[in-house]
T-cell receptor, first 114, second 115 residues
Framework: AQKITQTQPGMFVQEKEAVTLDCTYD???????LFWYKQPSSGEMIFLIY??????QNATEGRYSLNFQKARKSANLVISASQLGDSAMYFC???????????FGTGTRLTIIP | DGGITQSPKYLFRKEGQNVTLSCEQN?????MYWYRQDPGQGLRLIYY???????QKGDIAEGYSVSREKKESFPLTVTSAQKNPTAFYLC??????????????FGPGTRLTVL
């Protein structure tokens, strides 16, 4: 069974600093995908970044990068040069190949301090 | 503009009443999903559909029903059998391509409150 763990319920970070949000996962399927979503106070889920289990390089999308450590089963999200607009809930999610189900972690509430 | 619309944004229901949440997408996606989100928790899958006139139960389908008569539409009915329906409901859609990489696009959500 697939499982996602986010151990940081909340984080406070100074504006312009980098921040790492932790995510560990558990699966027995060798083919899977990892996703990060941002949920602002409005409630909508915004897709940020994707990492496939067979991808050789860590995924990057603008200020977002994914620190993928397959042996440790971790997929941490790194946000560089944080901005006030980054304040939101962040969810890590996983899908196994051939399975339509996307399993979410419990999320981390990130607050950027001016 | 392409996207997913959910209506209404806020919904109030009396105990014992059924209520239907709307979800429409114009992204031409094959798959659609319904999630429930409770405070302090992640999203949990209620139902999903990969093709018209077919759908599958997710992890918490009890007390809910869906239909998929059109590709663009996937309404969710919260029945009186759902014991604790107050929650935030999110609809999503995605393309269907082999492999796990298909991201899901989400609507703005409906916040349901049972009075």
């Amino acid at each position: 069974a697939q499982k996602i763990t986010q151990t940081q319920p909340g984080m406070f970070v100074q504006e312009k600093e980098a921040v790492t949000l932790d995510c560990t996962y558990d699966t027995s399927d060798p083919s899977y995908g990892l996703f990060w979503y941002k949920q602002p106070s409005s409630g909508e889920m915004i897709f940020l970044i994707y990492q496939g289990s067979y991808d050789q390089q860590n995924a990057t999308e603008g200020r977002y990068s994914l620190n993928f450590q397959k042996a440790r089963k971790s997929a941490n999200l790194v946000i560089s040069a944080s901005q006030l607009g980054d304040s939101a809930m962040y969810f890590c999610a996983m899908r196994e190949a051939g399975n339509e189900k996307l399993t979410f972690g419990t999320g981390t509430r990130l607050t950027i301090i001016p | 503009d392409g996207g997913i619309t959910q209506s209404p944004k806020y919904l109030f229901r009396k105990e014992g009443q059924n209520v239907t949440l709307s979800c429409e997408q114009n992204l031409n996606h094959d798959a659609m999903y319904w999630y429930r989100q409770d405070p302090g928790q992640g999203l949990r899958l209620i139902y999903y559909s990969q093709i018209v006139n077919d759908f599958q139960k997710g992890d918490i389908a009890e007390g809910y029903s869906v239909s998929r008569e059109k590709k663009e539409s996937f309404p969710l009915t919260v029945t009186s059998a759902q014991k604790n329906p107050t929650a935030f409901y999110l609809c999503a859609s995605s393309i269907l391509v082999g492999g796990p990489q298909n991201e899901q696009f989400f609507g703005p959500g409906t916040r349901l409150t049972v009075l």
